[in-house]
């Protein structure tokens, strides 16, 4: 079976941001090398706890919109690096 090239990144709420709305969140980022050649799979996960004085609607309707704009650079940008990572791979075997 080929060497398969995979990746991760984790993140924080960052704690110089005024924390009135998001008390917490913390997540990563996985990139997943599948056997099919030029294939991989991301994987997204978010922990979030937020104020409890907000609505749990407005609290579902914010995530999807944070989720459409925190995936927009998610394509161009791991192309990149999934490119710089299997090319540093391969001529390491």
């Given at each position: 079976m080929p060497s398969l090239c995979s990746f991760g990144e984790g993140f924080d709420l960052d704690p110089t941001v005024s924390?009135?709305?998001l008390k917490e969140v913390t997540g990563f980022w996985y990139v997943?090398?599948?056997e099919a050649e030029c294939v991989s799979r991301v994987w997204l996960r978010v922990d979030l706890c937020a104020a409890n004085w907000l609505p749990h609607w407005l609290?579902?309707?914010?995530?999807?919109?944070a989720l459409t704009r925190?995936?927009?650079?998610?394509?161009?940008?791991v192309e990149e690096l999934w490119s710089k990572s299997c090319a540093s791979t391969e001529r390491g075997s």
């Open positions: 924390a009135m709305m997943e090398a599948l609290i579902d309707y914010a995530s999807e919109r925190a995936t927009a650079w998610l394509k161009p940008n």
